[in-house]
């Protein structure tokens, strides 16, 4: 016995009924097979999932249950729609909406597994760690190409959606055939689109930018906090945020303070009197370092840059393992620096100096007690 012959006679069982009724009758037994025959395959599957190791097709299966169950549900209507007594007019347009609908649930489920794929890669690098730069590195890299990929899908399913559309089909064949003026509005306004996402691709593979980078763009301190697929968020050192544009770190200078390593060296100035002696400062400033757990123990040096007309100049350099522990220890060297000089060497700071010399016909009232002469006519 097939399905014609099944749903014929429950259909003569249901003589009284009109045909609506018994439509949607059968398409709510359909639903309940769908729903019923989705569950045991989704445990049988569970128990086949159990006995080996596997990382991506279980969360898979979680995260796309529920899809996977519309799925079900909507061949299942698409049959019934086929067996109910309902007119050419009518099978036809439900069907068709079931198809639309079945389109979109296939995306669905392919932004899913994109997003499972993508975690379960980042899953084994770690970006909380110090040294965080491969983790960085990869980390640019899926979000990315994840972002690329998830617009691809967005826009080939809405595509296929459209396509069975007679009418909208038949427009989108008329425009092309005709190119002209619409053709080229339209590709005009993709142009932004397409050329933000192949600057993402660029960006992922050449990676001049990764996610938490240190950056001075447009003069502004900050680290890139996101990279999406047409724009970055850059957080300025003062919690705001700046919003770029992907094609902007193609096509503009900016500074990375992290490309190749999150370690920098930084510098310190400071301006001293010519008395000032340098070697106590030198060993003021090792102890200094020594004693700061900022320090990353590469590089300390002090040397005398600059002699100006009233003070010599004075570079520090100091290492640290990162931006931010660089600045705090430059601020740090900088004020200890500075009592030092104020507490040790009073004469090390920076002074005028201004020297009198007596003119020819002056006496000193200590050397003469007559009253002083008058300038020289």
Request: no cysteine.
């Given at each position: 016995m097939n399905l014609h012959t099944l749903v014929a006679d429950l259909q003569r069982s249901f003589a009284w009924a009109p045909p609506w009724l018994f439509s949607l009758v059968l398409m709510a037994l359909a639903v309940v097979l769908a729903v019923t025959l989705h569950s045991l395959v989704v445990r049988l599957v569970q128990r086949g999932l159990k006995k080996k190791e596997d990382a991506f097709w279980r969360p898979l299966l979680v995260r796309t249950r529920k899809p996977g169950r519309l799925a079900m549900v909507v061949v299942a209507l698409g049959v019934a729609a086929d067996l109910s007594p309902l007119t050419r007019e009518q099978t036809s347009l439900v069907q068709h909406i079931l198809l639309v609908l079945f389109i979109g649930l296939i995306g669905w489920a392919m932004l899913t597994a994109t997003e499972i794929a993508a975690a379960l890669y980042l899953r084994r690098y770690r970006v909380d760690v110090e040294d965080n730069l491969l983790a960085r590195k990869h980390l640019t890299q899926v979000r990315i190409l994840q972002?690329?990929?998830?617009?691809?899908?967005?826009?080939?399913?809405?595509?296929?959606?459209?396509?069975?559309?007679?009418?909208?089909?038949?427009?989108?064949?008329?425009?092309?055939?005709?190119?002209?003026?619409?053709?080229?509005?339209?590709?005009?306004?993709?142009?932004?689109?397409?050329?933000?996402?192949?600057?993402?691709?660029?960006?992922?593979?050449?990676?001049?930018?990764?996610?938490?980078?240190?950056?001075?763009?447009?003069?502004?301190?900050?680290?890139?906090?996101?990279?999406?697929?047409?724009?970055?968020?850059?957080?300025?050192?003062?919690?705001?945020?700046m919003v770029l544009p992907l094609t902007y770190f193609l096509q503009n200078p900016f500074q990375n303070w992290t490309r190749n390593s999150a370690a920098l060296t930084g510098a310190v100035m400071l301006y001293v009197d010519y008395t000032t002696p340098l070697e106590p400062v030198r060993q003021r400033l090792k102890e200094l370092v020594e004693n700061s757990p900022l320090w990353d123990r590469r590089t300390v040096v002090l040397q005398v840059t600059d002699a100006r007309e009233r003070t010599m100049e004075l570079r520090i350099l100091v290492s640290a393992a990162d931006s931010g522990r660089l600045f705090d220890l430059r601020c740090e060297v900088r004020e200890k620096l500075i009592a030092f000089l104020r507490d040790n060497f009073q004469g090390a700071l920076p002074r005028d100096r201004l020297e009198l010399a007596a003119l020819e016909g002056w006496t000193s009232r200590d050397e003469d007690d007559e009253p002083r002469r008058s300038l020289p006519q």
């Open positions: 972002q690329a990929v998830r617009v691809l899908i967005i826009i080939l399913t809405t595509g296929l959606a459209l396509m069975t559309i007679p009418q909208v089909r038949q427009w989108g064949v008329s425009l092309l055939a005709a190119g002209g003026a619409a053709g080229l509005i339209v590709g005009l306004a993709l142009q932004p689109l397409l050329t933000n996402l192949i600057a993402g691709i660029q960006i992922a593979m050449t990676q001049p930018i990764r996610i938490d980078d240190a950056v001075i763009v447009e003069s502004e301190w900050g680290r890139i906090e996101e990279i999406n697929a047409t724009y970055v968020v850059v957080k300025l050192w003062d919690e705001r945020r």
